[in-house]
């Protein structure tokens, strides 16, 4: 009996020793396809890439998720999805978020002084007066983005180019693969210039006229 116990144990010993030296060899394939479908693998893709039974993928990916924190949704009909997010899918979540509207003050109307009584509204206007003077209209060349001075590194990251084209980061973020985006960035492009997306560095470039 004893020897049979020793005998389990080692079993079990030597059959944890060979799955974690399968993972070591898994574990590059895992990581390129984190990077090539931004975060979202299902055992699926990986049993395809990797050429092993679904099971052993579905086994390797609930142990990664345990380890990372990573979300799983189920997708129906008994399918999964692992959702693991890296720091460059998160960068591109904040980018996308919407920037916050905020409200300018407004000037007091000669409407709203006229509602008050004559001596309090002249004193009223004495004091505001000097704050509701409109300053000059500024010219098209001191709103115009500078270009040379934005491409530091011959390239905007996307919130620098919704600032640029006077649209939210999320506009940007869902126009970005479009095939029409060059032409769209070029119609609101205070300059009229073309620009395009890099899947590679995710960035956008400037394109040349021909």
Known sequence: MLALVVLIIGFNIWQQYQWQQWCQRVNPVFHQLVRENQGKITPMDLAIRGSFPGPTAKRYLDGKASEFGASIVNAGSGSEVYYFITASILGNILDSSEPVKTLSAQPVTTAARSLLAPPVAQAVSAELEPEVELAPPATHTEVKPNLAKQLIFGSLIQSELAKRLNVYSST?????????????????????????FSEKTK????????
């Open 203 to 210: 960035e956008f470039f400037p394109l040349e006229e021909s």
């Open 172 to 196: 940007v973020y869902k126009r970005r693969n479009d095939p029409e985006f060059p032409e769209w960035t070029r119609s609101r492009d205070p300059d009229g210039i073309a620009w395009s």
